[in-house]
């Protein structure tokens, strides 16, 4: 160490001085505020304005009121960006008066607000703090959770806090805080002592002083501390002390600085979450203090903070009344306790705690702090038991649960008790700095003694705990950490600035533009290497490291030998910085490398510390060699090294290598001024007085030096040796020798210096960079600088085999002599080989070759963090090449040596463990393991570019085989890594929320607002326009399905007819038309499912439902409201219900819709109160219902509105499917009669609203077989009439209702039902289906039934016309798929004509499709299958009905049979379409098709009247309805056709209902504008048939049978099936062609199927895989056997799949045939070009095997072919494509 530190001291210069003003203070002054106004009044304008920076606003401010004044403060961060990536900006928080600014910086500009907050009182602190979102309190791993990102605001009674995404929360605080901090948990307060608290005596608990609150939500709560006693047991109470004073809080270490105001001390802790057994003893009773007494004295305690946190904002003391409480508390009088809290904060309301999963402990009682009884004396206090401590047992009121503490403090260390400590010797700054060897240090500023003291920690072996180490003191008036690079700034007494390392110094820090302290006083300096030392270990240290051995202690850094010296030189400095009067007064707000000086004249200026090194290759250098070097060394040669670096007038960049040369060969014993390369750097002028400490002043004359530097250049010698010189005979010039021999002669190295003993080992990492920086192509120059230096030491060291390595690699820089220094033989034994150290050079390019060889090769050294690039290629050839899947596995490799200070094994050792070679698996999963390995890792495609070819070469194949066969479910990063933006574009949008869609539809605004809004517009045209690209069908639908447009009343007027008797016609006409009209909104609201996602701010668009007309050819209106003709009261009611769920629909599940949205819909006028009903129940079919306040729902079902409730209920249930939902359940049993208690008051339910929550109950339950539940609905289904006409309308609605509830609550479960067996429900369900005498009313509402209607004869008969339906549809559902035959008997059609007079013929409709729905699998798709489902009797007997005669038959009634027949033959179609339900089968469509056909020509068929046209028309619809089924989201033509002749029919038979039909089946086929289809689950199926119940509303307010709300339940079993290919280049959809395999059934093999895309895939369960097929786009398959997730979640986002074109070829829409391919185009022009073309090459474009034969035998010249036969080849390319 002997020239380490010149006789003259170091300076380094701080670089970018500018100014600084905080930001905010500026924003501050144009912020609006009472403050401002003030100012305004007091000082005239200019003035106010005119005043700069500081001075100016404080200035105004002792204008206004005094204490004002230091309420300005402020702190700076490291900018965070949105994205949570490093940024190197400032963030600034400003606190003035009310106010606080947050304002941000960004890369180019300067800071701007980002937010600004005013608060009600004056702000104490404002803070960052990150709150983490656990999503389970019980769990302790907190590592996954989310953060948000809050700042928080204290004030005087409550803490408020903003998060970035814009929650806002209140606290009120029960106590007075003094200051807040931040933790890696939450917050933590400090509870401010009053003076007249004193130390409590024996009888009461001292209350504890810190708090912590996890979550703005949560509680605030008390913290625990656990510190260890002399014995090793460690005991944990609550922290009461109110001396201790927290001084510090990091985050990362998690750890807690505190003062001790008695003893004057610091100690450490480390704050932690409590364990659940700690919590335990702090809660539980202790022996010692178990007593009643303590009991109420805790309980007391909270009721206190209780009342007070209800609102009672504390004045002075919060704890003053507690010795009043305490007195209470001997007495039994506990309701005086509690009746004191006047309100109740809404924040205990929202608080998180009270949710009843979280009360996990369950204790009794308000025993909420329990403070373990202790003084702050040692001694513990008996408590005396007093007698009238009785009252425990009226304390413990139950409506309280324990506070349960969250965070705890360990003790760590404390600092070691001294004489001369003073009392008030408090922290006033404490930072944590890391030395440039990483070892970290804990730094406090003690002001009063000018004192920085630094203590040394480190992480334990286990990570587990912080040991600390000695305590350094450094003379500080102020100091600061420098993070970016381990340093701090430290401000002396005397005013200098000067430089640190941990406690090493490195310089002082010269200030442009600052008067710099004189040169001269620093010569009486003596030359620390440290400052003074305080040795001693603390006491607490020992005790925890007396087990280990005393070298596991940290080495303290040495004292100085003459330390009286140091003292007085630092006081008696000539303190030059005085006198001038501007002096450094502080260091505040250090982020990266700037800091703030104030300076004694109040400015403040802002600085950076320059960097340690800026050129990428001195950095690698400098890092390799720090981690070979032992620590102290290590910081020894930074120090040298930085202090020559960042000298003022330091280098440019380039010349920071010769720079970084010349200090290191000096710091290994080289004189560089003597060594012939290094001499000849140019350092560009800028010589550091390091270097060059005299530069003589060059003479105007020149010197011979000039000429011998010219001889001596690589220029003059690539003259010399330039071949033109030889053939020109130039002699060549003799530089004088003579210099050169004396160089050589004095050559030897001097063995004091630092480095010396280790050039081996810096040699040796030197090398493995020189390695490293060869794997990357853009470091070429870096590696030429290098050799010169390797090529030195190299001959110095006398390594051959090093030097003929570099030579190999550069000949041309590489001499092959050149200047030796020489090293004694006696010095090189002090020379450390290290154990790494290998006689041949490592060279990565040898490692792979001999790999690529075979041939087994010794690991390769490599220096972790420092040579990464080496490590990847080494391990990606090891996995690639050699096939061995553990090399990239986390356990040591066996193809690396790492690289460290200890001693490893030896050289023999090592040549052991060659590895040899072996394929374990095929290469394309080898591909794979690698390309995710190498993501995993963090490579990029811009690696791969800087890779050698060569090297990079087996990424490449690797990377080539993935890229053609790719698995779906890559993460993002590999895709990229691939070259497939397809997949990575997938990736990326998979991990996005919902609500974003890529196929969004912009209808440009100006088309539609002509036209009135038909609720059609927001359809997507361009994936629509692919799927049904021929023709204009989707126009067609457009056109059918509006309703928002007057209707064409076409009547003729007849001479007969008067003009009066003309416009009644004319209205009666219209009056059939509208029975159209209001059927239409349901098969819209099919047509237009899930379609828009609305914007927030606006009201949902609801087209109005027309129902006028236009009678040509005057265009006059025609009006149902004129009163000419009779139109039925409510006619449009229910019309208007299902237009408003049709609007509903249209939005998406997935967009963002929050309670507010739903109420701000509700319109202002009462007539549109039905549609706001519908829209309610869509939004519950759509899933956004459950967001809607229980207060809302409350609200809408107060009103009594009946449409509203029955919306409301059908959508919250749906909302909730499934879930047994308790609250739902609660809402829905008011509602039915049933459900309520028997003595319960009768309450007015309307009819339909009963009927709704039916419905609801079993959409709840659905699939559960909740057995209590089942049990009501039974009864419900044969529900007797009341005596006083209760349930005595619409019975048949209500019954159907309750059987459809009882089948989805018993949902396929058949004999399975657990626990029902006594029900006996499928006999129950027999008997309501054919008949028989009423059972006994059993349970609690027998009561109820006793006496019978008046009104209703039924006796005591089952009535079968009102109890059938339902009966039938439950048994079908509960044994729905499980083909038991035996129940399917049961529903078998009769056949013999005497039982089939029993049964209404519409009921054997539900009977086969029941029958049929059982014996699912037995369902085959031909008409034959169709007939057997008739009986015998019918088929032999029934008419054909295009015959003319009738036969006559006595004992036959042919209207029975031939109605039975028609009505059999549509249940077994309606079966056929739920069976095929949404899956295009073509045998089921033609055969459905031809039923469909048959019918409509029965219609119109002579003897149609014998079967009734009613009967036919219902069959029709019903087929037409299982037709639209089977071709769900088809579109399908011929199915159009059939619907738009249906829609033109209108009069006659056709009444509402069949409209309603025919209108659904429209929908149906075009479902979700071909996006949804329907799926064939249990739960599909029964929402499909509360939906498509075949008997059809007579009129539009008809609820007899079937309530018309059901009718939309069909959206339960609409799913998402449409897969759109999206060009990942233009973002466009596209045609792409799919294969689609199906998995193996018992009908069919396992089949492939071709798909041109867009299209509606299958149901995912039925397919095996999917592929994007080639040609044209790059392959992809999608595996569902590993589980269809993936699929599910890219269908409901639109269904996008990503494709990406191949190079050279068009998409199918530009280039249907493929003739129009790059190579297509090439061969086809006849030019000369395509003649010259050679057969062999045609395989390099297509892999077609017909083409390369054709090619082979036609286009290929052959020699032998006679003259005639030749054909012209070039016709023959033509042919080829």
């Given at each position: 160490?002997?020239?380490?530190?010149?006789?003259?001291?170091?300076?380094?210069?701080?670089?970018?001085?500018?100014?600084?003003?905080?930001?905010?203070?500026?924003?501050?002054?144009?912020?609006?505020?009472?403050?401002?106004?003030?100012?305004?009044?007091?000082?005239?304008?200019?003035?106010?304005?005119?005043?700069?920076?500081?001075?100016?606003?404080?200035?105004?401010?002792?204008?206004?009121?005094?204490?004002?004044?230091?309420?300005?403060?402020?702190?700076?961060?490291?900018?965070?960006?949105?994205?949570?990536?490093?940024?190197?900006?400032?963030?600034?928080?400003?606190?003035?008066?009310?106010?606080?600014?947050?304002?941000?910086?960004?890369?180019?500009?300067?800071?701007?607000?980002?937010?600004?907050?005013?608060?009600?009182?004056?702000?104490?602190?404002?803070?960052?703090?990150?709150?983490?979102?656990?999503?389970?309190?019980?769990?302790?791993?907190?590592?996954?959770?989310?953060?948000?990102?809050?700042?928080?605001?204290?004030?005087?009674?409550?803490?408020?806090?903003?998060?970035?995404?814009?929650?806002?929360?209140?606290?009120?605080?029960?106590?007075?805080?003094?200051?807040?901090?931040?933790?890696?948990?939450?917050?933590?307060?400090?509870?401010?002592?009053?003076?007249?608290?004193?130390?409590?005596?024996?009888?009461?608990?001292?209350?504890?002083?810190?708090?912590?609150?996890?979550?703005?939500?949560?509680?605030?709560?008390?913290?625990?501390?656990?510190?260890?006693?002399?014995?090793?047991?460690?005991?944990?109470?609550?922290?009461?002390?109110?001396?201790?004073?927290?001084?510090?809080?990091?985050?990362?270490?998690?750890?807690?600085?505190?003062?001790?105001?008695?003893?004057?001390?610091?100690?450490?802790?480390?704050?932690?979450?409590?364990?659940?057994?700690?919590?335990?003893?702090?809660?539980?009773?202790?022996?010692?203090?178990?007593?009643?007494?303590?009991?109420?004295?805790?309980?007391?305690?909270?009721?206190?903070?209780?009342?007070?946190?209800?609102?009672?904002?504390?004045?002075?003391?919060?704890?003053?009344?507690?010795?009043?409480?305490?007195?209470?508390?001997?007495?039994?009088?506990?309701?005086?306790?509690?009746?004191?809290?006047?309100?109740?904060?809404?924040?205990?309301?929202?608080?998180?705690?009270?949710?009843?999963?979280?009360?996990?402990?369950?204790?009794?009682?308000?025993?909420?702090?329990?403070?373990?009884?202790?003084?702050?004396?040692?001694?513990?206090?008996?408590?005396?038991?007093?007698?009238?401590?009785?009252?425990?047992?009226?304390?413990?009121?139950?409506?309280?649960?324990?506070?349960?503490?969250?965070?705890?403090?360990?003790?760590?260390?404390?600092?070691?008790?001294?004489?001369?400590?003073?009392?008030?010797?408090?922290?006033?700054?404490?930072?944590?700095?890391?030395?440039?060897?990483?070892?970290?240090?804990?730094?406090?500023?003690?002001?009063?003694?000018?004192?920085?003291?630094?203590?040394?920690?480190?992480?334990?072996?286990?990570?587990?705990?912080?040991?600390?180490?000695?305590?350094?003191?450094?003379?500080?008036?102020?100091?600061?950490?420098?993070?970016?690079?381990?340093?701090?700034?430290?401000?002396?007494?005397?005013?200098?600035?000067?430089?640190?390392?941990?406690?090493?110094?490195?310089?002082?820090?010269?200030?442009?533009?600052?008067?710099?302290?004189?040169?001269?006083?620093?010569?009486?300096?003596?030359?620390?290497?440290?400052?003074?030392?305080?040795?001693?270990?603390?006491?607490?240290?020992?005790?925890?490291?007396?087990?280990?051995?005393?070298?596991?202690?940290?080495?303290?850094?040495?004292?100085?030998?003459?330390?009286?010296?140091?003292?007085?030189?630092?006081?008696?400095?000539?303190?030059?910085?005085?006198?001038?009067?501007?002096?450094?007064?502080?260091?505040?707000?250090?982020?990266?490398?700037?800091?703030?000086?104030?300076?004694?004249?109040?400015?403040?200026?802002?600085?950076?510390?320059?960097?340690?090194?800026?050129?990428?290759?001195?950095?690698?250098?400098?890092?390799?060699?720090?981690?070979?070097?032992?620590?102290?060394?290590?910081?020894?040669?930074?120090?040298k090294w930085y202090s020559v670096h960042s000298a003022p007038g330091g280098p440019s960049y380039h010349s920071e290598w010769n720079l970084f040369v010349t200090c290191l060969m000096n710091m290994m014993g080289y004189n560089t001024d003597r060594l012939a390369w290094t001499r000849n750097f140019d350092f560009e002028g800028s010589l550091s007085p390091v270097i060059a400490p005299k530069k003589a002043r060059p003479s105007e004359?020149?010197?011979?030096?000039?000429?011998?530097?010219?001889?001596?250049?690589?220029?003059?010698?690539?003259?010399?040796?330039?071949?033109?010189?030889?053939?020109?005979?130039?002699?060549?010039?003799?530089?004088?020798?003579?210099?050169?021999?004396?160089?050589?002669?004095?050559?030897?190295?001097?063995?004091?210096?630092?480095?010396?003993?280790?050039?081996?080992?810096?040699?040796?990492?030197?090398?493995?960079?020189?390695?490293?920086?060869?794997?990357?192509?853009?470091?070429?120059?870096?590696?030429?600088?290098?050799?010169?230096?390797?090529?030195?030491?190299?001959?110095?060291?006398?390594?051959?085999?090093?030097?003929?390595?570099?030579?190999?690699?550069?000949?041309?820089?590489?001499?092959?002599?050149?200047?030796?220094?020489?090293?004694?033989?006696?010095?090189?034994?002090?020379?450390?080989?290290?154990?790494?150290?290998?006689?041949?050079?490592?060279?990565?390019?040898?490692?792979?070759?001999?790999?690529?060889?075979?041939?087994?090769?010794?690991?390769?050294?490599?220096?972790?963090?420092?040579?990464?690039?080496?490590?990847?290629?080494?391990?990606?050839?090891?996995?690639?090449?050699?096939?061995?899947?553990?090399?990239?596995?986390?356990?040591?490799?066996?193809?690396?040596?790492?690289?460290?200070?200890?001693?490893?094994?030896?050289?023999?050792?090592?040549?052991?463990?060659?590895?040899?070679?072996?394929?374990?698996?095929?290469?394309?999963?080898?591909?794979?393991?690698?390309?995710?390995?190498?993501?995993?890792?963090?490579?990029?495609?811009?690696?791969?570019?800087?890779?050698?070819?060569?090297?990079?070469?087996?990424?490449?194949?690797?990377?080539?085989?993935?890229?053609?066969?790719?698995?779906?479910?890559?993460?993002?990063?590999?895709?990229?890594?691939?070259?497939?933006?397809?997949?990575?574009?997938?990736?990326?949008?998979?991990?996005?929320?919902?609500?974003?869609?890529?196929?969004?539809?912009?209808?440009?605004?100006?088309?539609?607002?002509?036209?009135?809004?038909?609720?059609?517009?927001?359809?997507?045209?361009?994936?629509?326009?692919?799927?049904?690209?021929?023709?204009?069908?989707?126009?067609?639908?457009?056109?059918?399905?509006?309703?928002?447009?007057?209707?064409?009343?076409?009547?003729?007027?007849?001479?007969?007819?008067?003009?009066?008797?003309?416009?009644?016609?004319?209205?009666?006409?219209?009056?059939?038309?509208?029975?159209?009209?209001?059927?239409?909104?349901?098969?819209?609201?099919?047509?237009?499912?899930?379609?828009?996602?609305?914007?927030?701010?606006?009201?949902?668009?609801?087209?109005?439902?027309?129902?006028?007309?236009?009678?040509?050819?005057?265009?006059?209106?025609?009006?149902?409201?004129?009163?000419?003709?009779?139109?039925?009261?409510?006619?449009?009611?229910?019309?208007?219900?299902?237009?408003?769920?049709?609007?509903?629909?249209?939005?998406?599940?997935?967009?963002?819709?929050?309670?507010?949205?739903?109420?701000?819909?509700?319109?202002?006028?009462?007539?549109?109160?039905?549609?706001?009903?519908?829209?309610?129940?869509?939004?519950?079919?759509?899933?956004?219902?459950?967001?809607?306040?229980?207060?809302?729902?409350?609200?809408?079902?107060?009103?009594?509105?009946?449409?509203?409730?029955?919306?409301?209920?059908?959508?919250?249930?749906?909302?909730?499917?499934?879930?047994?939902?308790?609250?739902?359940?609660?809402?829905?049993?008011?509602?039915?009669?049933?459900?309520?208690?028997?003595?319960?008051?009768?309450?007015?339910?309307?009819?339909?609203?009963?009927?709704?929550?039916?419905?609801?109950?079993?959409?709840?339950?659905?699939?559960?077989?909740?057995?209590?539940?089942?049990?009501?609905?039974?009864?419900?289904?044969?529900?007797?009439?009341?005596?006083?006409?209760?349930?005595?309308?619409?019975?048949?609605?209500?019954?159907?209702?309750?059987?459809?509830?009882?089948?989805?609550?018993?949902?396929?479960?058949?004999?399975?039902?657990?626990?029902?067996?006594?029900?006996?429900?499928?006999?129950?369900?027999?008997?309501?289906?054919?008949?028989?005498?009423?059972?006994?009313?059993?349970?609690?509402?027998?009561?109820?039934?006793?006496?019978?209607?008046?009104?209703?004869?039924?006796?005591?008969?089952?009535?079968?016309?009102?109890?059938?339906?339902?009966?039938?549809?439950?048994?079908?559902?509960?044994?729905?798929?499980?083909?038991?035959?035996?129940?399917?008997?049961?529903?078998?059609?009769?056949?013999?004509?005497?039982?089939?007079?029993?049964?209404?013929?519409?009921?054997?409709?539900?009977?086969?499709?029941?029958?049929?729905?059982?014996?699912?699998?037995?369902?085959?798709?031909?008409?034959?299958?169709?007939?057997?489902?008739?009986?015998?009797?019918?088929?032999?007997?029934?008419?054909?009905?295009?015959?003319?005669?009738?036969?006559?038959?006595?004992?036959?009634?042919?209207?029975?049979?031939?109605?039975?027949?028609?009505?059999?033959?549509?249940?077994?179609?309606?079966?056929?379409?739920?069976?095929?339900?949404?899956?295009?089968?073509?045998?089921?469509?033609?055969?459905?098709?031809?039923?469909?056909?048959?019918?409509?020509?029965?219609?119109?068929?002579?003897?149609?009247?014998?079967?009734?046209?009613?009967?036919?028309?219902?069959?029709?619809?019903?087929?037409?309805?299982?037709?639209?089924?089977?071709?769900?989201?088809?579109?399908?033509?011929?199915?159009?056709?059939?619907?738009?002749?249906?829609?033109?029919?209108?009069?006659?038979?056709?009444?509402?209902?069949?409209?309603?039909?025919?209108?659904?089946?429209?929908?149906?086929?075009?479902?979700?504008?071909?996006?949804?289809?329907?799926?064939?689950?249990?739960?599909?199926?029964?929402?499909?048939?509360?939906?498509?119940?075949?008997?059809?509303?007579?009129?539009?307010?008809?609820?007899?049978?079937?309530?018309?709300?059901?009718?939309?339940?069909?959206?339960?079993?609409?799913?998402?099936?449409?897969?759109?290919?999206?060009?990942?280049?233009?973002?466009?959809?596209?045609?792409?062609?799919?294969?689609?395999?199906?998995?193996?059934?018992?009908?069919?093999?396992?089949?492939?199927?071709?798909?041109?895309?867009?299209?509606?895939?299958?149901?995912?369960?039925?397919?095996?895989?999917?592929?994007?097929?080639?040609?044209?786009?790059?392959?992809?398959?999608?595996?569902?056997?590993?589980?269809?997730?993936?699929?599910?979640?890219?269908?409901?986002?639109?269904?996008?799949?990503?494709?990406?074109?191949?190079?050279?070829?068009?998409?199918?829409?530009?280039?249907?045939?493929?003739?129009?391919?790059?190579?297509?185009?090439?061969?086809?022009?006849?030019?000369?070009?395509?003649?010259?073309?050679?057969?062999?090459?045609?395989?390099?474009?297509?892999?077609?095997?017909?083409?390369?034969?054709?090619?082979?035998?036609?286009?290929?010249?052959?020699?032998?072919?006679?003259?005639?036969?030749?054909?012209?080849?070039?016709?023959?390319?033509?042919?080829?494509?």
């Amino acid at each position: 160490m002997s020239n380490f530190y010149e006789e003259r001291a170091t300076m380094i210069a701080a670089g970018d001085l500018q100014e600084f003003v905080p930001f905010g203070r500026d924003h501050c002054k144009h912020h609006p505020n009472a403050l401002n106004l003030q100012l305004r009044q007091l000082q005239p304008a200019s003035e106010l304005w005119s005043s700069d920076g500081a001075a100016g606003l404080v200035g105004s401010l002792q204008e206004v009121t005094i204490h004002e004044k230091q309420k300005e403060s402020w702190q700076l961060r490291k900018g965070v960006s949105e994205i949570g990536e490093e940024v190197d900006y400032d963030e600034e928080l400003y606190v003035a008066g009310n106010m606080v600014i947050w304002s941000k910086g960004s890369k180019s500009q300067a800071l701007a607000v980002y937010k600004a907050f005013t608060v009600d009182s004056p702000v104490q602190q404002a803070l960052w703090c990150d709150f983490i979102i656990s999503q389970d309190k019980s769990e302790r791993d907190y590592s996954s959770d989310e953060v948000e990102k809050c700042i928080c605001i204290l004030q005087s009674s409550c803490i408020n806090m903003h998060s970035i995404e814009g929650k806002d929360y209140i606290a009120s605080l029960p106590f007075q805080v003094t200051s807040v901090w931040p933790t890696k948990y939450g917050l933590l307060f400090e509870r401010s002592s009053s003076s007249h608290e004193v130390p409590p005596g024996p009888p009461r608990e001292p209350l504890p002083t810190m708090f912590s609150m996890l979550h703005p939500l949560d509680e605030i709560t008390p913290l625990v501390c656990k510190s260890g006693s002399l014995f090793g047991s460690s005991r944990v109470q609550y922290v009461v002390d109110h001396t201790m004073k927290i001084v510090f809080l990091d985050t990362d270490p998690s750890i807690v600085m505190t003062y001790d105001s008695v003893q004057g001390l610091h100690s450490v802790w480390a704050l932690r979450r409590v364990k659940t057994e700690e919590e335990n003893v702090v809660l539980k009773f202790s022996e010692q203090g178990g007593t009643p007494q303590n009991v109420a004295t805790s309980s007391s305690l909270t009721a206190h903070l209780r009342s007070l946190s209800k609102g009672d904002s504390p004045v002075a003391s919060p704890f003053q009344n507690y010795s009043s409480i305490h007195s209470q508390s001997r007495s039994t009088s506990s309701p005086s306790l509690h009746s004191r809290s006047p309100s109740i904060s809404n924040m205990a309301a929202l608080s998180r705690a009270h949710s009843p999963a979280l009360g996990v402990h369950s204790f009794s009682g308000v025993q909420r702090f329990n403070l373990s009884s202790h003084n702050q004396s040692p001694k513990r206090h008996s408590i005396s038991h007093s007698p009238n401590s009785n009252s425990n047992g009226s304390f413990l009121a139950p409506e309280t649960e324990p506070i349960v503490p969250e965070l705890c403090i360990d003790h760590l260390w404390t600092e070691t008790i001294t004489n001369i400590r003073e009392k008030n010797s408090q922290a006033s700054k404490v930072f944590i700095t890391s030395d440039l060897c990483g070892q970290k240090f804990l730094c406090f500023l003690v002001e009063s003694q000018l004192q920085l003291r630094c203590v040394k920690f480190q992480e334990s072996n286990d990570k587990t705990q912080l040991i600390f180490g000695s305590v350094t003191n450094i003379q500080a008036k102020d100091a600061a950490p420098v993070e970016k690079i381990d340093t701090m700034l430290v401000l002396e007494g005397s005013g200098n600035l000067v430089l640190y390392t941990g406690v090493v110094r490195v310089g002082k820090v010269f200030i442009p533009g600052l008067p710099a302290p004189s040169l001269t006083m620093s010569n009486t300096m003596p030359r620390p290497s440290t400052p003074l030392d305080s040795v001693s270990t603390p006491n607490p240290l020992s005790k925890l490291l007396g087990s280990l051995d005393e070298a596991v202690l940290l080495s303290p850094v040495p004292e100085l030998r003459d330390s009286s010296k140091l003292h007085d030189s630092l006081y008696n400095e000539d303190c030059t910085f005085q006198q001038l009067g501007t002096y450094i007064h502080s260091i505040r707000d250090p982020v990266c490398n700037r800091v703030t000086l104030e300076l004694s004249n109040g400015s403040m200026v802002r600085i950076t510390i320059p960097e340690i090194a800026t050129s990428e290759l001195v950095q690698t250098c400098l890092q390799a060699i720090k981690f070979i070097l032992p620590k102290e060394i290590a910081v020894q040669m930074l120090v040298k090294w930085y202090s020559v670096h960042s000298a003022p007038g330091g280098p440019s960049y380039h010349s920071e290598w010769n720079l970084f040369v010349t200090c290191l060969m000096n710091m290994m014993g080289y004189n560089t001024d003597r060594l012939a390369w290094t001499r000849n750097f140019d350092f560009e002028g800028s010589l550091s007085p390091v270097i060059a400490p005299k530069k003589a002043r060059p003479s105007e004359t020149g010197s011979d030096d000039d000429w011998e530097y010219l001889l001596n250049s690589d220029y003059h010698q690539n003259v010399e040796s330039h071949l033109l010189n030889r053939s020109l005979c130039l002699s060549p010039l003799e530089v004088s020798q003579v210099k050169d021999e004396d160089f050589s002669r004095n050559l030897s190295l001097d063995s004091s210096t630092l480095l010396f003993t280790h050039i081996p080992a810096v040699f040796f990492v030197l090398h493995l960079v020189y390695e490293e920086l060869k794997l990357n192509t853009l470091m070429g120059e870096g590696i030429r600088s290098l050799v010169e230096l390797l090529v030195q030491l190299a001959r110095d060291l006398k390594l051959e085999a090093y030097v003929d390595h570099y030579y190999r690699d550069y000949p041309a820089l590489v001499r092959t002599t050149g200047q030796v220094c020489t090293v004694d033989h006696g010095q090189t034994g002090f020379m450390h080989h290290p154990s790494f150290f290998t006689s041949e050079p490592p060279s990565i390019y040898q490692w792979v070759s001999s790999c690529l060889k075979g041939e087994g090769v010794p690991p390769y050294p490599y220096l972790p963090g420092i040579c990464e690039r080496s490590r990847l290629v080494v391990l990606s050839i090891a996995l690639y090449i050699l096939g061995d899947e553990s090399s990239v596995s986390d356990e040591p490799s066996q193809y690396l040596s790492r690289i460290s200070i200890a001693p490893q094994k030896s050289q023999a050792e090592q040549e052991e463990n060659r590895f040899s070679f072996r394929h374990s698996t095929s290469v394309s999963s080898l591909a794979e393991r690698l390309v995710v390995w190498m993501t995993n890792v963090g490579f990029t495609l811009r690696d791969l570019e800087t890779l050698p070819f060569g090297i990079a070469l087996p990424i490449r194949d690797a990377i080539y085989h993935c890229r053609e066969q790719p698995a779906s479910d890559w993460p993002e990063a590999v895709c990229l890594l691939i070259g497939r933006q397809d997949l990575s574009k997938q990736a990326c949008e998979g991990n996005l929320p919902k609500g974003t869609s890529v196929l969004s539809s912009d209808v440009p605004s100006g088309t539609e607002t002509e036209e009135e809004d038909d609720g059609m517009n927001d359809m997507n045209q361009e994936v629509m326009s692919l799927i049904w690209s021929e023709d204009l069908r989707v126009q067609d639908v457009r056109r059918l399905l509006q309703s928002a447009h007057p209707v064409r009343v076409n009547v003729v007027q007849y001479p007969e007819l008067s003009d009066h008797e003309f416009i009644e016609e004319k209205e009666n006409r219209l009056l059939q038309l509208c029975q159209r009209t209001m059927a239409l909104p349901v098969g819209r609201g099919m047509f237009t499912l899930f379609s828009y996602h609305p914007v927030p701010t606006e009201p949902l668009p609801i087209p109005k439902l027309n129902l006028t007309g236009r009678a040509p050819p005057r265009n006059t209106t025609v009006d149902l409201n004129s009163g000419n003709i009779d139109v039925p009261p409510n006619m449009t009611s229910w019309a208007s219900f299902h237009n408003g769920v049709a609007a509903g629909l249209k939005i998406a599940p997935a967009s963002q819709i929050d309670s507010a949205w739903i109420v701000y819909n509700k319109p202002k006028h009462a007539e549109l109160a039905n549609e706001y009903a519908g829209f309610l129940m869509a939004l519950g079919l759509n899933g956004h219902l459950t967001k809607l306040a229980t207060l809302n729902i409350h609200d809408y079902l107060t009103k009594g509105h009946e449409m509203t409730s029955i919306g409301l209920l059908l959508g919250v249930s749906a909302a909730k499917l499934g879930t047994m939902d308790m609250s739902i359940t609660r809402l829905l049993s008011i509602h039915i009669p049933a459900l309520l208690p028997p003595t319960s008051t009768e309450l007015d339910v309307p009819h339909n609203v009963q009927v709704a929550a039916v419905v609801g109950i079993g959409l709840i339950y659905q699939g559960t077989a909740h057995r209590h539940t089942a049990e009501v609905l039974l009864a419900e289904i044969g529900r007797p009439p009341g005596p006083e006409m209760e349930y005595c309308t619409d019975r048949e609605s209500y019954s159907l209702a309750a059987g459809l509830a009882l089948g989805m609550v018993c949902l396929g479960h058949g004999s399975n039902l657990i626990g029902m067996s006594d029900l006996n429900v499928p006999e129950q369900l027999y008997q309501y289906m054919v008949g028989g005498h009423r059972r006994f009313q059993a349970g609690m509402h027998r009561e109820k039934h006793k006496s019978p209607s008046y009104q209703i004869k039924e006796g005591d008969t089952i009535n079968v016309d009102v109890t059938c339906p339902g009966a039938t549809l439950a048994l079908a559902m509960i044994y729905l798929k499980t083909n038991n035959r035996s129940i399917a008997d049961w529903l078998r059609a009769p056949d013999t004509m005497y039982l089939l007079d029993f049964v209404k013929p519409e009921f054997l409709l539900l009977r086969t499709l029941a029958r049929c729905l059982i014996l699912w699998d037995d369902i085959l798709p031909n008409s034959k299958w169709v007939d057997s489902n008739v009986p015998q009797i019918i088929r032999e007997n029934s008419i054909s009905l295009s015959e003319i005669e009738l036969p006559c038959s006595e004992d036959l009634n042919l209207e029975t049979l031939s109605q039975a027949h028609v009505y059999i033959i549509a249940g077994a179609c309606l079966s056929l379409g739920f069976r095929f339900a949404g899956s295009e089968n073509l045998s089921a469509f033609n055969c459905l098709h031809k039923f469909a056909k048959d019918f409509m020509t029965y219609l119109s068929a002579p003897n149609a009247s014998v079967t009734g046209p009613y009967n036919l028309e219902t069959c029709l619809s019903v087929v037409l309805l299982s037709l639209a089924m089977v071709m769900a989201g088809s579109g399908n033509l011929k199915v159009l056709q059939l619907c738009r002749f249906l829609h033109m029919k209108t009069g006659g038979e056709m009444n509402y209902g069949f409209h309603l039909a025919h209108h659904m089946a429209l929908g149906l086929l075009f479902l979700g504008g071909g996006r949804y289809s329907l799926s064939t689950s249990n739960s599909s199926i029964a929402a499909l048939l509360c939906a498509l119940y075949p008997h059809f509303p007579a009129h539009s307010t008809d609820n007899r049978y079937h309530l018309q709300a059901l009718r939309h339940l069909y959206v339960l079993a609409a799913e998402p099936r449409l897969l759109v290919p999206v060009d990942v280049d233009t973002n466009t959809p596209c045609y792409a062609l799919l294969e689609v395999t199906y998995k193996g059934t018992q009908w069919y093999e396992q089949t492939k199927e071709e798909l041109m895309a867009p299209t509606l895939l299958p149901e995912l369960h039925l397919l095996k895989q999917i592929k994007v097929k080639g040609p044209r786009y790059w392959e992809l398959l999608i595996d569902l056997s590993k589980g269809t997730q993936h699929l599910k979640s890219i269908l409901s986002k639109d269904g996008v799949l990503y494709v990406k074109l191949r190079a050279g070829q068009l998409s199918y829409k530009e280039d249907p045939m493929g003739w129009q391919s790059l190579l297509a185009q090439t061969v086809a022009n006849r030019n000369s070009e395509a003649r010259a073309f050679k057969p062999e090459t045609i395989s390099a474009f297509t892999s077609d095997p017909a083409l390369l034969s054709f090619a082979e035998y036609f286009c290929k010249p052959t020699v032998n072919m006679g003259q005639n036969l030749r054909m012209d080849h070039s016709s023959c390319y033509t042919v080829v494509f």
